[in-house]
Each structure stands twice: as structure tokens, then as C-alpha cells.
């Protein structure tokens, strides 16, 4: 699997570009900003965009919880574009990049 991850000045991943062949790119976006919880704990707001212009919009502590959410997010509302097999085959994508970021 083929993506480019960036990261920030903090070393926080902040995007990852995935190229997909005969369709839009699929891109995710972390943002980072305090907890409204008060506890000193950092939230990450990830937003995962197959088409640029549409998105699954998650929030979590980590960029891993946000890959996770988002999968769930297309599970549950259908967010992914494409048919059956292009949307299944982009949430083992991001299955993928998850386990990488476990490493």
C-alpha cells in the first residue's frame, strides 16, 4: 500500500494522502486542539475525505481512534463513494494504516 503521511513541527501526524487508482485520492486530516474536558489532554479531530468535498468527521484522543471512528462513520451512514468493493476496499485501507501506526 502506497501513502504519504506529514506530520507537524511536534511530530503529530497532521495528513495522509492516499492515491487511488481510477478514482479521487482518499485524504485524512488530523487537527489537534485542547480538550473541552478541562484535564489537559489533547483532542484529535480527524476528517477522512474520498471525493474532496464530502467527509466522515471524527473526534478522539488519537489519530488511530480517528481512522477507527471513520471507519465506522462509512459502515454505519455510508460516507465512502464508489461501489460495494471500492468501499470496502477503502476501509481495509484504513485498516491498513492503522496497523502501521500500532508499529
Known amino acids: 500500500m502506497n501513502y504519504k503521511a506529514k506530520t507537524d513541527n511536534k511530530g503529530r501526524l497532521i495528513e495522509i494522502h492516499v492515491p487511488l487508482e481510477g478514482q479521487h485520492d482518499m485524504v485524512c486530516s488530523f487537527n489537534y486542539s485542547p480538550s473541552i474536558m478541562g484535564d489537559g489532554t489533547t483532542a484529535c479531530h480527524t476528517r477522512v475525505c474520498d471525493d474532496g468535498c464530502s467527509a466522515a468527521l471524527c473526534c478522539g484522543r488519537t489519530p488511530k481512534q480517528g481512522l477507527v471512528e471513520a471507519i465506522e462513520t462509512d459502515s454505519k451512514h455510508n ?25
Not at 83 to 98: F, G, H, V
Open 79 to 103: 460516507v465512502f463513494h464508489g461501489t460495494d468493493e471500492q468501499k470496502l476496499a477503502k476501509r481495509n485501507i484504513l485498516r491498513k494504516i492503522i496497523c502501521s501506526l500500532m508499529d
